[in-house]
């Protein structure tokens, strides 16, 4: 069951009922009039409702984007990191004559593996 969390209520249930109690009883086309008038004034309270209520939902949306966007900086930053630390591991394993040894050596490996498990954790943390 979904919860609502902004509700809009009916437009005659936001006018004043003093606005068609003061009409005269006997004089149906004041009555309808004044009930009219009643509906409108309520039908103005339910557009200022929903104008405060689409300025949180965008308030809301704005706080989201921006949340995500400093995701995506932090994210960004971690990739030019990895970018960074790429060249020097292929140096030293392009540089080998035997890439046996290279994966013999620990290192290269567990410098490397560390690296890349630091970037994974902190990834799965966000």
């Known amino acids: ?3 609502s969390k902004y509700r809009v209520r009916n437009e005659y249930s936001l006018a004043d009922p003093e606005l ?3 009409a005269d009883k006997d004089d149906p086309e004041a009555l309808l009039e004044a009930v009219a008038m009643a509906g409108l004034v309520g039908l103005l309270r339910q557009l200022g409702d929903l104008a405060e209520f689409a300025a949180e ?3 809301d949306l ?3 984007v921006m949340v995500t966007a400093a ?3 932090g994210l ?3 990739v030019k990191q990895l970018e960074a630390e790429v060249p020097s591991l292929e140096k030293a394993f ?3 004559t035997h890439h046996s040894s290279f994966y013999t050596n620990g290192d290269y490996i567990s410098c490397f593996l560390r690296s890349v498990l630091k970037m994974v954790i902190v990834i799965l943390h966000d």
Do not use: D, N, T
């Open 20 to 22: 068609y109690r003061a």
């Open 94 to 96: 392009f540089s080998q």
């Open 76 to 78: 960004m930053a971690r």
């Open 62 to 64: 704005h706080e989201e």
């Open 57 to 59: 939902i965008f308030h």
């Open 1 to 3: 069951m979904p919860l």
């Open 71 to 73: 995701r995506g900086h």
